[in-house]
């Protein structure tokens, strides 16, 4: 073992020379088959410098042990020869995989001898005359490992870069695919000699730049041979693609190769293996999905028929080169890449190489994307490689070439870190490890030998962070150069491409969007710095909505109101989420628009993180009445009670909207149901403090401060249930009782003038959404009285009432005016809404014909009964009128049921066992569902509508608001139809009684 003096000495060469485990690797160099070297400098630097040497001096010694009685010599030979030496000892410290296979196969090491340029790049010949001598699954393998020795030799050395090293694992593949091909037909000639087989590389294979351990896509195409049937022929040829697969994935006493994945294909893992030519075409023409053209860009013939592969290309290559026509084509590449990440798991995301934002499949899909885009009209761009494909966007002038110099060498870095790990135990991952002896592993690989872990993690977050912008830089940044000159030295794009890379966003007039962004965008002003600094990420939100022109559009109006104002753009800059939310606001619809351009400065709202939740009803009354008490005249108080509703309006609807779409930051809202009820809850409140304003300002205007009567104001309707939506009318009863020593008709002069004026200045001509007051549901309809006293209701409901006023009853609730009289006409209500002995079967049966009536008069002519939220098929009328029948039935006894609000009462039946738990549910469903359509229509339309809209982008729209992505608007109507029906046959049994 040596002196302690000398162990001492070696010991500390050891740490200086990269070893973490010095005692180890003592011990090893102690051992007698490695005598002839141990004492020579050469091997220790030699070692040194390799990515591991603890893992490559144990990978020296398992190699020189099975060697023999020729160990000795094998050492000599590695240390006499520095290239030899650095190839060998390069490998056994990156790679125990391959380590492991040497040991196994000893002699393989002379595959890493011969060093002439021919050697430098071998290309698929060169492979095959290696692969030459296999004849099966195992021999194929052992050849396979033996070519992978040199090609990785070639990659930890340096003779290679990782675009090199990617491009001769896609040529041995191709040899494999070769030789495993040959292997399938000796063994069954006779079906060899029924087809003719093609095999096409797809994926990385296909694109020249394959990882060391990776899936190997494909797809086959087959045809009879002159004279053969051709299902037969298909039939051999499945049965030999089927033998190809098998010999390269399965797993033998020499491990695996690769897995061979045909899913690809058409129809995926469901569809046939093989195909024909012409079936492929038929495919492809009629129901292929964006995905797949995007998937043909890497298509290369590699194996099999070289005439059929080369006229399978020919055959798809110009459908590939139409995608980017296709509707909802930017939207389908963006939503695939959204569902690849949305499939990592969580625990994973930070360490996800390949697949994670910022990894490498964000570059691959950008290059991609603008492929397709540009690809059209400029044949240079036709390139399977990622790089060659990048290279070719910046000479064309579709990327900065900064950009694409910045991107290019981030992906090589990436790439090379996915190499190296993957060539440690030749393992199929993505996945940065955790261990620290791992990150040092490979930061010493890659060249940062000075605290290679803290060097790696710096490296790889730099040109990660370079990557997540990636979608800025390479897709939307160069459209603000067709308008307006940028950097210097970075390439214009044309204005035909421009607009090219506009319409395939989804722009349906790229021309206007070109003359909005020069607007924006051009001059040296700070506004215009500032601008095409945001543009570029606005751009890809709005194209990411139902309507990228209205977003554009909107943007534009806004910045030309606000563009001066210092806070507007350093809020969109700074402040993360307020651009994001304000993409989203402006493209999904007119009403949110609308109601910021008329008061811009409410785009505040947007960047403060309490800004979207709404304000209740004890927070605005306060506000209005004090703003009213302010106002010089009546018109004016309302003016301005408007201008506070026409502000939170805007706030409930963009909480609404980013609730419903979300953001990058805050997914959406996961219950429908809450979004509904905060919708409902914000409106009300809004509307009842809006009403108080103008009762205020109608009672200054003529009586100062005190009306001579006590007025109330009785919330009906979807205003006393808290339900309202954007567009609804605010249902009230007026109530009042005159002031002690006041005139009774003195007090009904009063009560009725300030009823007048109320609803004069609520209708003062505004271009804001109205605030209508619909009083018909007050005793005895349109002929009844406007207001009147609480004992001229008490008389009226004892003597008087119909069932209909009654149940109008089970929603009135005090929203503006005297408290105490709110409270008291709710006294007077409670025993009419709630009846002591429920309702006798007389009763129910005029409720049930008032319904059946309702429904056949009352549908407007021509109205889809299956689709009117309103009046139609388990419709809001459907299950309101059903839950409203539990509650006159049983409300008195059920102490649940005693509310305004439909859902709450609903589960309250369910609770009491009124109603079944399944049966409730598929009530609240529909009535959910009706409610947000409503919603939707009126965000994107800007006006109320109780069905579907018939314009398609208006359609879009609304099914982006309910969750529905691009191309989804059938399923959209089929799951209304589908949640209204089975609710329908719920309020068939329990309020028709079956």
């Given at each position: 073992m040596?002196?302690?003096?000398?162990?001492s000495?070696?010991?500390?060469?050891?740490?200086?020379?990269g070893?973490?485990?010095?005692?180890?690797a003592?011990?090893l160099?102690?051992?007698?088959?490695?005598?002839?070297?141990?004492?020579?400098?050469v091997?220790?630097?030699?070692?040194?410098?390799?990515a591991?040497?603890?893992?490559?001096?144990?990978?020296?010694?398992?190699?020189?042990?099975a060697?023999?009685?020729?160990g000795?010599?094998?050492?000599?030979?590695v240390?006499?020869?520095?290239?030899?030496?650095d190839?060998?000892l390069?490998?056994l410290?990156?790679?125990?995989?391959?380590?492991?296979?040497?040991?196994?196969?000893?002699?393989?090491?002379e595959?890493?001898?011969?060093?002439?340029?021919?050697?430098?790049?071998?290309?698929?010949?060169d492979?095959?005359?290696?692969?030459a001598g296999?004849?099966?699954?195992?021999?194929?393998r052992?050849a396979?490992?033996?070519?992978?020795l040199?090609?990785a030799a070639?990659?930890?050395?340096?003779?290679?870069?990782v675009?090199?090293?990617a491009?001769?694992l896609?040529?041995?593949?191709?040899?494999?695919?070769?030789?495993?091909?040959?292997?399938?037909?000796?063994?069954a000639?006779?079906?060899?000699?029924?087809?003719?087989?093609?095999?096409?590389?797809?994926?990385?294979?296909g694109?020249?730049e394959l990882n060391?351990?990776?899936?190997?896509d494909?797809?086959?195409?087959?045809?009879?041979?002159?004279?053969?049937?051709?299902?037969?022929?298909?039939?051999?040829?499945?049965r030999?693609?089927?033998?190809?697969?098998?010999?390269?994935?399965?797993?033998?006493?020499?491990?695996?190769?690769?897995?061979?994945?045909?899913?690809?294909?058409?129809?995926?893992?469901?569809?046939?293996?093989?195909r024909?030519?012409?079936?492929?075409?038929?495919?492809?023409?009629r129901?292929?999905?964006?995905?797949?053209f995007?998937?043909?860009?890497?298509?290369?013939?590699?194996?099999?028929?070289?005439?059929?592969?080369?006229?399978?290309?020919e055959?798809v290559?110009?459908?590939?080169?139409?995608?980017?026509?296709?509707?909802n084509f930017?939207?389908?590449?963006q939503?695939?890449?959204?569902?690849?990440?949305?499939?990592?798991?969580?625990?994973?995301?930070?360490?996800?190489?390949?697949?994670?934002?910022?990894?490498?499949?964000?570059?691959?899909?950008?290059v991609?994307?603008?492929?397709l885009?540009?690809?059209?009209?400029?044949?240079?761009?036709?390139?399977?490689?990622?790089?060659?494909?990048?290279?070719a966007?910046?000479?064309?002038?579709?990327?900065?070439?900064?950009?694409?110099?910045?991107?290019?060498?981030?992906?090589?870095?990436?790439?090379?870190?996915?190499?190296?790990?993957?060539?440690?135990?030749?393992?199929?991952?993505?996945?940065?490890?955790?261990?620290?002896?791992?990150?040092?592993?490979?930061?010493?690989?890659?060249?940062?030998r000075?605290d290679?872990?803290?060097?790696?993690?710096?490296?790889?977050?730099?040109h990660?962070?370079?990557?997540?912008?990636?979608?800025?830089?390479?897709?939307?940044?160069?459209?603000?150069?067709?308008?307006?000159?940028?950097?210097?030295?970075?390439?214009?794009?044309?204005?035909?491409?421009?607009g090219?890379?506009?319409?395939a966003?989804?722009?349906?007039?790229p021309?206007?969007?070109?003359r909005?962004?020069?607007a924006?965008?051009?001059?040296?002003?700070?506004?215009?710095?500032?601008?095409?600094?945001?543009?570029p990420?606005?751009?890809?939100?709005?194209?990411?909505?139902?309507?990228?022109?209205?977003?554009?559009?909107?943007?534009r109006k806004?910045s030309?109101?606000?563009?001066?104002?210092?806070w507007?753009?350093?809020?969109?800059?700074?402040?993360?989420?307020?651009?994001?939310?304000?993409?989203?606001?402006?493209?999904?619809?007119?009403?949110?628009?609308?109601?910021?351009?008329?008061?811009p400065e409410?785009?505040?709202?947007?960047?403060?993180?309490?800004?979207?939740?709404?304000?209740?009803?004890?927070?605005?009354?306060?506000?209005i009445?004090?703003?009213?008490?302010?106002?010089?005249d009546?018109?004016?108080?309302?003016a301005v009670?408007?201008g506070?509703?026409?502000r939170?309006?805007?706030?409930?609807?963009?909480?609404?909207?980013?609730?419903?779409?979300?953001?990058?930051?805050?997914?959406a809202?996961?219950?429908?149901?809450?979004?509904?009820?905060?919708?409902?809850?914000?409106?009300?409140?809004l509307?009842?403090?809006?009403?108080?304003?103008?009762?205020?300002?109608?009672?200054?205007?003529?009586?100062?401060?005190?009306l001579?009567?006590?007025?109330a104001?009785?919330?009906?309707?979807?205003?006393?249930?808290?339900e309202?939506?954007?567009?609804?009318?605010?249902?009230?009863?007026?109530?009042?009782?005159?002031?002690?020593?006041?005139?009774?008709?003195?007090?009904?002069?009063?009560?009725?003038?300030?009823?007048?004026?109320m609803?004069r200045l609520?209708?003062?001509?505004?271009?804001?959404?109205?605030?209508?007051?619909?009083a018909?549901?007050?005793?005895?309809?349109?002929?009844?009285?406007?207001?009147r006293?609480?004992?001229?209701?008490?008389?009226y409901?004892?003597?008087?009432?119909?069932?209909?006023?009654?149940?109008?009853?089970?929603?009135?609730?005090?929203?503006?005016?005297?408290?105490?009289?709110?409270?008291?006409?709710i006294?007077?209500?409670?025993?009419?809404?709630?009846?002591?002995?429920g309702?006798?079967?007389?009763?129910?049966?005029?409720?049930?014909?008032?319904?059946?009536?309702?429904?056949?008069e009352?549908?407007?002519?021509?109205?889809?009964?299956?689709?009117?939220?309103k009046?139609?098929?388990?419709?809001?009328?459907?299950?309101e009128?059903?839950?409203?029948?539990?509650?006159?039935?049983?409300?008195?006894t059920?102490p649940?049921?005693?509310?305004?609000?439909?859902?709450?009462a609903?589960?309250?039946?369910a609770?009491?066992g009124?109603?079944?738990?399944?049966?409730?549910?598929?009530?609240?469903?529909?009535?959910?569902?009706?409610?947000?359509?409503?919603?939707?229509?009126?965000?994107?339309?800007?006006?109320?509508?109780?069905?579907?809209p018939?314009?398609?982008r208006?359609?879009?729209?609304?099914?982006?608001?309910?969750g529905?992505?691009?191309?989804?608007?059938?399923?959209?109507?089929e799951?209304?139809?589908?949640?209204?029906?089975?609710?329908?046959?719920v309020?068939?049994?329990?309020?028709?009684?079956?």
């Amino acid at each position: 073992m040596g002196s302690p003096g000398r162990r001492s000495s070696t010991f500390t060469r050891l740490l200086r020379h990269g070893f973490t485990d010095p005692s180890a690797a003592e011990r090893l160099l102690e051992l007698p088959v490695l005598s002839a070297v141990r004492g020579d400098p050469v091997l220790l630097d030699a070692l040194g410098a390799t990515a591991d040497p603890d893992l490559a001096l144990r990978g020296l010694v398992r190699l020189a042990e099975a060697q023999q009685d020729e160990g000795r010599q094998l050492l000599g030979t590695v240390l006499s020869a520095k290239p030899l030496r650095d190839r060998l000892l390069g490998v056994l410290g990156s790679s125990e995989a391959l380590a492991d296979h040497l040991a196994r196969h000893p002699r393989d090491w002379e595959a890493l001898v011969t060093y002439e340029s021919v050697d430098l790049h071998p290309g698929v010949e060169d492979f095959e005359r290696g692969l030459a001598g296999a004849t099966d699954a195992v021999s194929l393998r052992v050849a396979y490992r033996r070519c992978l020795l040199a090609i990785a030799a070639r990659d930890v050395c340096g003779t290679t870069d990782v675009a090199e090293t990617a491009a001769e694992l896609a040529d041995l593949a191709t040899a494999t695919l070769r030789r495993a091909l040959a292997i399938a037909s000796a063994a069954a000639p006779e079906d060899a000699a029924l087809c003719r087989l093609a095999v096409i590389a797809m994926g990385k294979c296909g694109g020249h730049e394959l990882n060391y351990v990776s899936d190997v896509d494909v797809i086959f195409v087959g045809e009879p041979v002159e004279g053969a049937d051709e299902q037969k022929a298909v039939r051999a040829a499945t049965r030999l693609a089927s033998h190809l697969m098998r010999i390269c994935s399965e797993t033998t006493v020499e491990g695996t190769i690769w897995p061979v994945d045909a899913n690809l294909r058409p129809e995926g893992r469901n569809g046939p293996l093989v195909r024909t030519l012409s079936s492929h075409l038929a495919y492809y023409q009629r129901w292929a999905k964006t995905w797949e053209f995007q998937a043909l860009l890497k298509a290369r013939p590699v194996a099999g028929d070289a005439q059929l592969g080369a006229a399978y290309l020919e055959a798809v290559s110009p459908l590939v080169w139409q995608a980017a026509e296709r509707e909802n084509f930017v939207a389908d590449v963006q939503k695939m890449r959204r569902r690849v990440v949305d499939n990592i798991p969580v625990a994973q995301v930070d360490r996800e190489l390949k697949l994670g934002p910022g990894g490498l499949r964000d570059v691959e899909f950008a290059v991609q994307l603008l492929q397709l885009v540009h690809g059209r009209s400029d044949a240079t761009l036709h390139s399977g490689s990622t790089l060659e494909a990048l290279a070719a966007l910046a000479a064309g002038g579709y990327v900065g070439r900064a950009d694409a110099a910045q991107l290019d060498e981030a992906y090589r870095f990436l790439r090379a870190m996915e190499h190296r790990i993957q060539l440690f135990r030749l393992r199929r991952t993505h996945l940065v490890p955790e261990a620290d002896e791992d990150l040092r592993r490979l930061g010493r690989s890659l060249g940062l030998r000075t605290d290679p872990v803290a060097g790696l993690n710096r490296e790889w977050r730099r040109h990660a962070s370079v990557v997540r912008r990636l979608h800025e830089k390479l897709f939307y940044r160069p459209l603000l150069d067709a308008v307006a000159q940028l950097t210097p030295g970075e390439t214009r794009l044309s204005a035909k491409a421009a607009g090219q890379r506009l319409e395939a966003l989804g722009y349906a007039d790229p021309a206007a969007a070109l003359r909005h962004l020069e607007a924006l965008s051009s001059g040296v002003t700070r506004k215009a710095a500032i601008q095409r600094t945001l543009l570029p990420v606005l751009l890809g939100w709005f194209a990411d909505s139902a309507d990228p022109d209205a977003g554009l559009l909107g943007f534009r109006k806004v910045s030309d109101a606000l563009g001066k104002t210092p806070w507007y753009l350093r809020l969109l800059r700074d402040e993360g989420a307020a651009a994001e939310n304000l993409a989203r606001v402006l493209s999904a619809g007119r009403l949110a628009p609308d109601l910021l351009l008329r008061a811009p400065e409410a785009v505040a709202i947007l960047g403060a993180p309490e800004g979207l939740e709404p304000r209740g009803r004890s927070h605005l009354e306060p506000e209005i009445l004090a703003a009213v008490g302010r106002a010089e005249d009546a018109e004016l108080a309302v003016a301005v009670a408007r201008g506070v509703r026409r502000r939170e309006l805007f706030r409930t609807a963009a909480a609404d909207i980013i609730g419903s779409y979300g953001t990058e930051d805050s997914p959406a809202e996961p219950d429908p149901g809450a979004l509904v009820d905060r919708v409902g809850q914000a409106v009300t409140d809004l509307n009842a403090a809006t009403i108080a304003g103008a009762l205020r300002a109608a009672v200054r205007g003529q009586w100062g401060d005190t009306l001579p009567t006590r007025f109330a104001v009785i919330g009906m309707g979807r205003f006393g249930g808290h339900e309202l939506g954007y567009g609804s009318d605010a249902d009230v009863l007026f109530v009042h009782e005159p002031r002690e020593g006041v005139d009774e008709q003195e007090a009904a002069r009063a009560a009725n003038a300030v009823v007048a004026e109320m609803r004069r200045l609520l209708q003062l001509p505004t271009a804001d959404p109205p605030l209508l007051i619909d009083a018909d549901l007050r005793p005895e309809g349109k002929s009844g009285p406007l207001v009147r006293t609480l004992k001229s209701y008490a008389a009226y409901y004892r003597r008087w009432s119909l069932g209909w006023e009654s149940q109008a009853l089970l929603r009135a609730e005090p929203m503006a005016g005297d408290p105490d009289l709110g409270r008291r006409f709710i006294e007077l209500a409670d025993p009419l809404r709630y009846p002591e002995r429920g309702l006798d079967d007389a009763a129910v049966r005029e409720i049930r014909r008032l319904k059946a009536r309702m429904e056949t008069e009352r549908l407007p002519r021509g109205a889809d009964p299956a689709l009117h939220t309103k009046l139609g098929r388990g419709g809001l009328s459907d299950v309101e009128w059903t839950v409203q029948l539990l509650q006159m039935r049983h409300g008195h006894t059920v102490p649940g049921l005693r509310t305004t609000r439909t859902r709450r009462a609903l589960t309250a039946a369910a609770e009491a066992g009124l109603i079944d738990a399944q049966d409730a549910q598929v009530l609240d469903e529909a009535w959910v569902l009706a409610t947000r359509v409503r919603n939707g229509v009126m965000l994107v339309r800007g006006r109320a509508g109780d069905t579907f809209p018939s314009d398609g982008r208006e359609m879009a729209a609304v099914g982006r608001y309910l969750g529905y992505g691009p191309g989804h608007v059938g399923e959209m109507v089929e799951d209304y139809r589908r949640t209204t029906r089975r609710a329908r046959a719920v309020v068939e049994e329990l309020f028709y009684g079956g």
